[in-house]
């Protein structure tokens, strides 16, 4: 029980952030290397590699040495399915309040 | 008498809730209905490769509902219950991917008018485990009791039949 709320917690603090929530949506579309990532978000390679290390921790994310270049990927295959669920909810939470925002654009003037 | 309690939060808070803010240029009344009106609900809810559909949604205090999802991933459903409804300041509901049952979280949502036509929606969602979940069934379960033993108070009080 104790670790398990540990996992949760490290979750939420990974999550809380809206680079690092970018980082996971990123890899849901597949690996990715650093400087890849890094460029969308226009942070230096330290900063990402820095948001990377707290979702690794979190193991929502794990990296691979190949040659020069580390691969990020989603989390390892045993990664709590709590976590997924957490993450998953997470990204839900944000499109469905930006598709809410576009309803409203585009029901402007109308009566609700 | 007894005394009535608010719903109870049984976890300790603490790092396990998600709170966001957004502020809609649109009048408060506008957003709230969008949380409320099933016909609505399909065109925002859920994922943007989902569609949604409204299977129930009965916006009331303890009302359930649910939403049925169609996607790339397959077919799944949501549901809960309705905690609290107060047009068009603040709607409270659980919130359960049948995916994953008994992992509850509270979703409240919090509507203020911005007073130039915007509206600032602030949400949070606090999690909470499943011992938590069967902490939360037990408390209601005493709550459920209590307001059972307030109500023969107020019959006995009332000097209703007691025999």
């Known amino acids: 029980m104790v670790q398990y709320q540990q996992q949760l917690d490290q979750a939420f603090g990974a999550l809380a952030d809206p680079t690092r ?7 849901g579309r597949g690996r990715a290397t650093i400087s890849e990532l890094a460029e969308p978000f226009g942070i230096s390679l330290t900063g990402l590699k820095k948001h990377v290390q707290v979702l690794e921790d979190a193991d929502l994310v794990r990296t691979e040495k190949m040659g020069r270049t580390r691969w990020c990927s989603l989390g390892p295959q045993d990664l709590a399915e709590v976590q997924r669920w957490i993450v998953g909810y997470r990204l839900m939470l944000d499109e469905r309040l930006d598709r809410l925002g576009e309803l409203l654009e585009r029901t402007e003037g109308e009566n609700a | ?13 603490g790092d396990r809730e998600i709170v966001t803010e957004r502020v809609f240029d649109a009048p408060r009344e506008r957003v709230f209905q969008a949380f409320v009106d099933p016909e609505l609900i399909p065109q925002w809810w859920g994922r943007r490769a989902d569609t949604t559909t409204v299977d129930k949604m009965d916006v009331r205090e303890g009302g359930e509902w649910r939403f049925v999802t169609d996607g790339p991933d397959g077919n799944t459903a949501f549901r809960g219950v309705y905690r609290a409804v107060q047009p068009p300041e603040r709607l409270e509901q659980t919130f359960e991917w049948e995916g994953m049952p008994g992992h ?42 209590s307001e059972s033993y307030e109500r023969l108070d107020e019959l006995l009080a009332a000097g209703g039949p007691v025999d």
């Open chain 1, 21 to 27: 929530r970018g980082i996971l949506e990123r890899l």
């Open chain 2, 1 to 13: 008498m007894t005394q009535q309690q608010a719903p109870i939060h049984v976890a300790t808070e």
């Open chain 2, 104 to 145: 509850i979280v509270v979703e409240t949502a919090t509507f203020e008018d911005l007073g130039d036509g915007r509206t600032k929606v602030s949400t949070r969602s606090l999690f909470h485990t499943t011992e938590e979940r069967d902490g939360m069934l037990a408390s209601g379960m005493e709550i459920g009791l």
